[in-house]
């Protein structure tokens, strides 16, 4: 099968498609047939090494974990799939991932995908929309009512998270460029805040809960805007607990996990026409390069798929 793979740390130029082996599977796994993946900024993290020590990978790997496809192989152990199923999943980082024609995970990370969606939009759901929902409803646990700032609404993770906190009856504001800003609207954003025409305290109201998706300076300016007992959660980077007391306000930090019990939700919002996946850049396996490029620049809106098969 086709593989796109690192043997070690770098650039794009690390980048390696691949003839291989198709992966084993263990009692608990199945085997996908991948029909598209997405690619996430962890993804060229990963590749220039900014994550070895976290997540101490043995080279070469096999890059991406985002995946949408067809299941043709179960494990002895499995229960509740079958051969022909159409699932999608976040599957565990520490294996080879989704830049492949097939890949083995375990069967608890994933789950069967909506027939509303195609397979470049379920592959456009986990990685974002766990994040998403981890950060707003499992650990902010927002409120009808309450007011939830998303940074950068138009990117992968903010894009879903807008179109959460309004499902659970939160008034969304959301930053983003000015192009961007008739997006966040038909997202249903219902302040949109244009980043670059001053400082965000200067045209935000004091909000209930931070979803911060860009760490640095944009962290740093958004501890003002809280509410007492408020709450900024970041994927970026740990929010300093002397600056959380220092105002009088919450924070967490969210690395993700694989969730099928997240995913379960995420379709049911897209079963109830509350979610959808904004995709901007589509590119085949061949060009994983240019897909990589792409996301490394920052500027793109919603998520890019890889259509592998």
């Not at 498609?17 to 997405?38: F, G, M, W």
């Not at 409120?143 to 959460?164: C, K, M, N, T």
Request: overall charge negative.
């Amino acid at each position: 099968m086709r593989a796109v793979r690192i043997h070690q740390y770098g650039g794009t130029e690390t980048l390696k498609l691949e003839q291989i082996e198709k992966p084993q599977l263990n009692d608990d796994d199945i085997l996908i047939q991948v029909k598209s993946a997405a690619i996430n900024p962890v993804d060229w993290k990963i590749r220039e090494g900014y994550l070895k020590e976290f997540i101490p990978y043995s080279l070469p790997v096999t890059l991406g974990w985002d995946v949408a496809g067809i299941v043709t192989e179960v494990g002895a152990k499995v229960t509740g799939f079958a051969i022909g199923d159409e699932v999608f999943s976040r599957p565990n980082i520490a294996r080879d991932g989704s830049y492949a024609d097939f890949i083995a995970i375990k069967a608890d990370e994933a789950v069967l995908k909506s027939p509303k969606l195609d397979f470049a939009q379920a592959a456009a759901l986990p990685l974002a929309g766990i994040t998403a929902w981890q950060c707003l409803v499992d650990v902010a646990d927002i409120q009808a009512g309450q007011r939830v700032l998303v940074h950068a609404g138009a990117g992968g993770v903010g894009h879903l998270a807008i179109q959460i906190a309004k499902a659970k009856g939160a008034t969304v504001i959301a930053t983003a460029s000015t192009a961007n800003l008739p997006l966040l609207k038909e997202l249903g954003a219902d302040e949109t805040i244009d980043y670059t025409q001053g400082a965000l305290s200067e045209q935000i109201e004091k909000v209930d809960v931070v979803l911060d998706t860009m760490g640095g300076e944009v962290q740093k300016s958004s501890w003002a805007l809280l509410n007492t007992n408020g709450m900024l959660v970041s994927v970026v980077e740990p929010p300093s607990e002397e600056i959380t007391k220092e105002h009088n306000v919450r924070a967490a930090f969210v690395f993700i996990e694989p969730s099928a019990r997240i995913l379960g939700e995420l379709n049911a919002l897209v079963e109830s026409d509350q979610l959808r996946p904004v995709i901007e850049h589509r590119f085949p396996l061949e060009k994983i390069v240019e897909a990589h490029e792409q996301s490394q620049s920052g500027r793109t809106r919603g998520k890019i798929i890889v259509d592998v098969s």
